[in-house]
């Protein structure tokens, strides 16, 4: 049986809790951040979890998570 190749995109933007859950990086934090108040961009530094609906497809792109 052949390896099968980790999606490296993915790899980079989600990482496993150590209970398995997936998580990752909000988004709209990279440029136009003059009109974003402060509160909002305290809120988008912290990380979330990935859905569980989401997790399949994640999990098939990384196949050794």
Not at 12 to 19: A, E, L, N, V
Not at 53 to 63: A, D, T, Y
Request: glycine fraction near 10%; charge should be positive; proline fraction near 5%.
């Amino acid at each position: 049986m052949p390896k099968i190749k980790t999606h490296r995109g993915a790899a980079k933007r989600f990482k496993i809790t150590g209970t398995g859950k997936i998580k990752r990086s909000k988004a709209y934090k990279s440029h136009i951040l003059t009109g974003k108040p402060a509160k909002r961009m305290r809120g988008l530094r912290k990380a979330a979890l990935v859905s569980k609906g989401e997790c399949v497809n994640i999990k098939r792109l990384l196949p050794y998570l």
